[in-house]
């Protein structure tokens, strides 16, 4: 039998986890959602949510992946032959072969950004006129798109110690080194002051229901659960790390890392914008429009936007590592693949698809999927559909199947305490199936332009 890739350690599995969570979701995501949905108390939400929800699902994810040393589709038929077990399987791991090209295609976005600063064209980064004329030009952005994905491929290429955790360990420690310099730049310009209070002081009047949704949907894309990604790294990690100590670690480094990128970015566009908060609910706009607007109007703008965006290629480079990870994993486990082979395959693919939703904005912006574009239509599929149903399945498997004892026993296993076990019970027995069910129907009737988000 083939012996299975590892972590070295602790440290390994943590920076690599945390890779996987820290990438656009919380650097470009994060922010407007935060200011969209009442600042302060969509923070205050999302933490409560991160510690129990959050906390409840990578602590099930990477049990499951450790004791079965497996990937998704064969960690689910681990533990039976059932028709709907293997469907929990198959949609976990299909999940990151469908996200990994469009993610990829938005990488390219950063790195287009980044070399374009470099070049000293930060003035014309900042025109009203430049995001929407590169997406639409066709090759530019498949180039971009194609060197990203390729950067990402080579690190997986390499395998699991000498690629992604010896990337992790180099990329993070420089992303938080990076992310600190900038939320400190951001946060002492002129006018900066209430936007650090609107983003760190939770005030009840602006709390809604959708506060709730919406944290709970960026949690789904900021720790990387429901993607196949934390059964895959479970199965990488060794027996004698504490799974419950490098989950509250993951935990505090992907939060840590997502209030850094408010601090960044919030700050940064009331004092660029004098107060006005709508500006940051411009969703997509907000990284490669609003942003480069605001480095213009200081005085080491160009300095700055490389930075910034070193730093925002890093995260979505750890982020696209960890999703074409798991779908090499899958090949690997499930057609008999040798790592290399496997790597291929999911580089055609990955090129394949990213292709398509490069030129979605360009030459084949006339193809619509139920009135979306090509990379809009694969964001609502795998965010808003399938990473819902992904997660009831991991959690039907954990409580139907495996069972509270041995997941329990698998968490202690070289830790003698399950600290938060009341919490983890009551969260996957009750919290976890009614959000996820509230988060699919609103997502669904949100697309359908039945509310609002």
């Known amino acids: 039998m083939k012996k299975r890739s590892s972590f070295s350690g602790k440290l390994g599995f943590v920076l690599s986890a945390s890779g996987a969570s820290v990438g656009l979701g919380n650097i470009w995501r994060f922010p407007y959602l935060a200011a969209r949905h009442g600042g302060g108390i969509f923070l205050l939400v999302y933490i409560l949510l991160a510690v129990t929800f959050g906390y409840t699902m990578i602590v099930a994810e990477t049990a499951l992946g450790r004791m079965t040393k497996k990937s998704p589709v064969s960690a689910y038929a681990t533990f039976g032959n059932k028709r709907w077990m293997a469907f929990g399987g198959w949609i976990n791991a299909i999940i990151p072969v469908l996200i990994v090209p469009y993610y990829s295609t938005i990488g390219g976005w950063v790195l287009k950004y980044l070399f374009e600063y470099m070049r000293g064209n930060g003035h014309a980064l900042a025109s009203e006129d430049y995001f929407g004329a590169f997406i639409s030009s066709g090759m530019d952005t498949v180039i971009c798109f194609a060197i990203f994905a390729l950067l990402a491929l080579a690190v997986i290429y390499a395998g699991v110690r000498n690629g992604i955790e010896r990337v992790s360990k ?129 005085g080491f703008g160009t300095i700055i936007g490389i930075v910034f965006f070193v730093l925002v290629l890093f995260a979505a480079l750890t982020s696209a590592i960890a999703l074409t990870e798991c779908a090499v994993a899958t090949f690997e486990d499930e057609f008999h693949m040798n790592r290399h082979r496997a790597t291929i395959v999911t580089g055609v693919i990955m090129l394949g698809i990213g292709t398509l939703t490069s030129l979605g904005y360009g030459p084949l912006d006339f193809v619509k999927i139920i009135g979306m574009q090509i990379l809009d239509f694969f964001d609502f599929l795998t965010n808003s559909v399938m990473m819902p149903i992904a997660a009831l399945m991991n959690c039907a498997l954990v409580m139907r199947v495996i069972g509270i004892d041995k997941i329990a026993k698998e968490v202690t296993k070289n ?39």
Do not use: H
């Not at 894309?221 to 989950?247: H, P, Q």
């Not at 027995?429 to 009614?434: G, N, Q, S, T, W």
């Not at 996820?436 to 697309?447: D, F, G, P, Q, T």
């Open 170 to 298: 180099i990329m993070m420690p420089i992303l938080v080194v990076l992310a600190v310099i900038i939320a400190v730049y951001s946060m002492t310009r002129p006018g900066a002051g209430a936007g650090i209070r609107y983003f760190l002081v939770p005030s009840l009047k602006n709390f809604s229901w959708m506060t709730v949704v919406s944290a709970m949907g960026q949690l789904f894309y900021s720790l990387c659960i429901a993607m196949g990604i934390l059964v895959t790294f479970g199965s990488y990690m060794k027996d004698d790390v504490s799974i419950e100590r490098a989950t509250v670690n993951v935990e505090i480094f992907d939060t840590g890392i997502a209030i850094m990128a408010g601090l960044m970015i919030i700050p940064a566009v009331f004092a660029f914008s004098g107060g006005n908060a709508d500006i940051l609910k411009s969703g997509p706009s907000l990284m490669f429009i609003i942003i480069p607007k605001v480095f213009d109007s200081m």
């Open 415 to 453: 830790d003698g305490d399950f600290k938060r076990r009341p919490i983890f019970v009551f969260t996957m027995k009750y919290l976890c199936p009614v959000f996820l069910v509230i988060i699919l129907l609103s997502s669904i009737a949100a697309a359908m332009g039945l509310i609002a988000f």
